[in-house]
């Protein structure tokens, strides 16, 4: 599996609706062929059953390709389909719960949106952090108040782990996301929804990761 903060640089967060007219699977596939380094399954209207039989799809994709699967807010579905972990955010399902069921082994990944959200962070516990989000986004519809790239930096360089930004990021974000301190961004509609995946995907230049804003 790829390292993680190496994993976090293209990260897809999956939406069933945005997915639908391609597929969920092959959104991935195409998308994972473009570039994505990391793939969070995200439903929230779907059933448990639904997120391990879509877990269970996406992990059999991604066999062998050194991307890891994380699953949205479900304890129970990452570990039934054998994802590589789960992402929480700060009103689901407790970390120390978190970990406790997923054990020692899993990735666990955690979204903050406040400085006080980053500095309560057990690093011990936690692997990654979600930072955002950047700018508002018709995806996440309960987000709080977007904090931009200011925002963002700030959050970043509290950080006492890996960490991917996430929020109404495009592919003209890459230098302003990297520059800010995180190790990649998290897209939805970026990629889902788009005719072609494979294309959004490789649109991202990271090529100028150095170059300042």
Do not use: W
Request: glycine share 10%.
């Amino acid at each position: 599996m790829t390292p993680l903060r190496d994993a976090l640089r293209l990260y897809l967060v999956t939406d069933p609706v945005m997915c639908a007219p391609v597929g969920l699977v092959e959104t991935v596939r195409a998308a994972v062929a473009g570039g994505v380094t990391m793939v969070q399954l995200r439903d929230k209207t779907a059933t448990t059953a639904q997120r391990i039989a879509g877990g269970r799809a996406l992990k059999q994709l991604l066999a062998g390709t050194g991307v890891p699967l994380v699953i949205n807010d479900d304890i129970e579905a990452a570990l039934a389909s054998d994802a590589e972990g789960a992402h929480i955010g700060q009103d689901d399902i407790s970390v120390a719960e978190a970990r406790q069921r997923l054990g020692p082994d899993k990735i666990l990944g955690l979204s903050c949106e406040t400085v006080g959200a980053v500095r309560s962070v057990d690093p011990g516990m936690v692997d990654y952090l979600g930072l955002g989000p950047v700018f508002g986004t018709a995806t996440k519809t309960d987000h709080k108040h977007p904090i931009g790239f200011d925002g963002l930096a700030r959050l970043a360089a509290l950080s006492p782990l890996p960490c991917v930004a996430i929020g109404g990021l495009k592919q003209n974000h890459v230098t302003d996301v990297l520059f800010s301190g995180a190790n990649g961004l998290a897209v939805v509609s970026a990629i889902c929804g788009q005719a072609d995946p494979c294309a959004a995907a490789r649109a991202f230049d990271f090529t100028q990761k150095d170059q300042h804003r």
